[in-house]
């Protein structure tokens, strides 16, 4: 759906889907941005930093950074 009057700049095959996943990664990235300030904000800095950098399936394996 657009949301602009000259239309939408979806042009190519798969573009679309590129975009949704963009917006997608960005979602996680912000809810484990939100964990990551709890934990903290809790006084657990060391899990906070744990779950920052582990391998195991949280935030940097989200992105396979």
């Known amino acids: 759906m657009c ?3 000259r ?3 979806i042009t190519y095959t798969g573009k ?3 975009a949704e996943k963009t917006v997608e990664t960005y979602a996680v990235h ?3 941005d939100r964990k990551i300030r709890a934990l903290v904000a809790e006084g657990k ?3 906070a930093a744990a ?3 582990s391998w195991e399936p949280v935030s940097n394996a ?3 950074a």
């Open 16 to 18: 679309r889907a590129a």
């Open 62 to 64: 989200h992105f396979g």
């Open 51 to 53: 779950f920052c950098i």
């Open 3 to 5: 949301h602009t009057d």
């Open 30 to 32: 912000q809810r484990d």
């Open 45 to 47: 800095e060391r899990k």
């Open 7 to 9: 239309g939408c700049n």
